[in-house]
């Protein structure tokens, strides 16, 4: 893994898979520092996403640690994180986060936005390979 970019999203993915499976027993604490409400039902959902965060994100490892990954999962994997951005921003906008959830929000469109950078380089050096470099992303 001789692109940085890429090593960057990998190290990405693998703090998405950490942090979503925390989310799972340790999601009651979790949401007392974001300032939501700690009850049952919303442990249970933000352990739901939690799930769904070390899917995607293991996914999208997977994928970075392969020979050739796949632009569909990178695509994906970034409007996914945007998705977060916009869930997260509009949970503090309702007052069911508080402002410190901002912080992985903006984490989230970080992400995204370095996710949408390599998925174009990845379409532009398959749809000219003699321009790359020789170089695969």
């Known amino acids: 893994m001789n692109d940085p970019l890429r090593a ?7 703090i998405t898979v950490l942090t979503g499976a925390a989310q799972l027993p340790f999601g009651g604490p979790i949401l ?3 300032g939501s409400e700690d009850t049952a039902t ?8 939690g799930m769904f965060m070390v899917v995607v994100g293991g996914l ?13 999962v990178v695509l994906w994997s970034g409007l996914q994180k945007a998705g977060a951005f916009s ?10 986060f508080s402002p410190l959830a901002l912080w ?4 989230d469109l970080a992400t995204a936005g370095l996710l949408f950078v390599y998925w174009r ?12 470099g020789g170089r695969t992303p």
């Open 8 to 14: 960057v999203l990998a190290v990405i993915a693998a």
């Open 32 to 34: 007392q520092l974001l």
């Open 42 to 49: 919303t442990r249970q959902l933000f352990g739901t996403v």
């Open 60 to 72: 999208l490892l997977h994928t970075l640690l392969s020979g050739a990954p796949s632009p569909d």
């Open 87 to 96: 869930a997260v921003g509009i949970g503090v906008l309702n007052g069911v």
């Open 104 to 107: 992985v929000a903006f984490f």
């Open 121 to 132: 380089r990845m379409r532009f050096a398959a749809a000219s390979p003699g321009l790359a």
